[in-house]
């Protein structure tokens, strides 16, 4: 049933990753059940509530839930199974945090003393908010002169334009590794994704991802176009775009200061001891 899943994926024009990633959840629920046409909705909420016990995201519990919803559904439609157990299963709650986002100032230092390689993964990061994956796997011909054509997530295909600071590092970039993968790899075709993980972190202090915040916000903050930035970033969803935005800490004292009375009213006891100080 499972290669027939894969195939319908293939069939449907979903991307290698996303296809990857959906059989992989359903692969690992036939480790823990033989037979995937006997499982019921509470043995999905027992796998569910495994993942939360043992402290997985609930990002991560979304989109296993989604790739459950989308096997079981397919499979019932097809007449494979008698009913679908993933149809009741609840969504998955995302809690709302203020996200982390890579100080400028420790960037910068950190763009110093980095290599030319180094300097192009960071500025790929922070100045054209890539994600990990898409700068990993960026290749020379992406740049079509000031712009990058980027290929995301769910293989959406995306513009994004190229500061001067960015264009600089970028034309360096090439004329060392000549035409090819701007990261290439030791043993494939580009560096692996958690091998420039680790030396982003390594050089910086800072993961990629804050890198990406502190672009977007900064991005933001620059144009209050929360639709281009949208646009940038490659999120399907304004509600994304808006999660990945810092809050701004100048604009969040001047509403604690705009808080306060307009016209403080003092007590009588206190405007008497000023006149006889008087």
Wanted: hydrophobic fraction near 40%.
């Amino acid at each position: 049933m499972l290669t027939e899943y894969r195939n319908h994926l293939y069939a449907s024009g979903r991307s290698e990753g996303t296809i990857k990633q959906r059989t992989a959840h359903i692969e690992e629920l036939l480790i823990r059940h033989r037979s995937l046409d006997t499982i019921t909705t509470t043995d999905l909420e027992r796998h569910l509530a495994g993942m939360r016990k043992r402290g997985l995201a609930p990002e991560t519990m979304k989109s296993v839930r989604s790739s459950y919803r989308l096997f079981f559904a397919w499979a019932h439609s097809t007449g494979r199974i008698p009913a679908d157990p993933a149809h009741a299963l609840e969504a998955i709650h995302i809690p709302v945090r203020v996200p982390r986002i890579a100080p400028d100032d420790v960037v910068q230092t950190a763009l110093i003393t980095a290599t030319l390689e180094q300097r192009t993964m960071i500025m790929l990061a922070r100045l054209a908010c890539l994600r990990l994956t898409e700068l990993t796997t960026l290749h020379t011909r992406a740049r079509e002169h000031d712009a990058l054509r980027i290929r995301g997530k769910g293989d959406k295909e995306r513009i994004v334009y190229i500061n001067d600071d960015l264009m600089q590092t970028l034309l360096d970039r090439e004329r060392e590794v000549g035409s090819g993968y701007y990261f290439p790899g030791r043993f494939g075709a580009y560096m692996h994704p958690q091998s420039v993980n680790k030396i982003i972190t390594r050089v910086t202090g800072c993961n990629p991802h804050s890198l990406r915040h502190a672009g977007a916000t900064a991005a933001y903050r620059a144009t209050r176009d929360l639709r281009a930035v949208q646009q940038m970033l490659g999120h399907a969803s304004m509600a994304t775009t808006q999660r990945y935005l810092h809050l701004d800490e100048d604009a969040m004292r001047r509403a604690a200061a705009g808080t306060a009375f307009i016209a403080p009213i003092h007590s009588p006891h206190f405007s008497s001891r000023l006149q006889h100080a008087a």
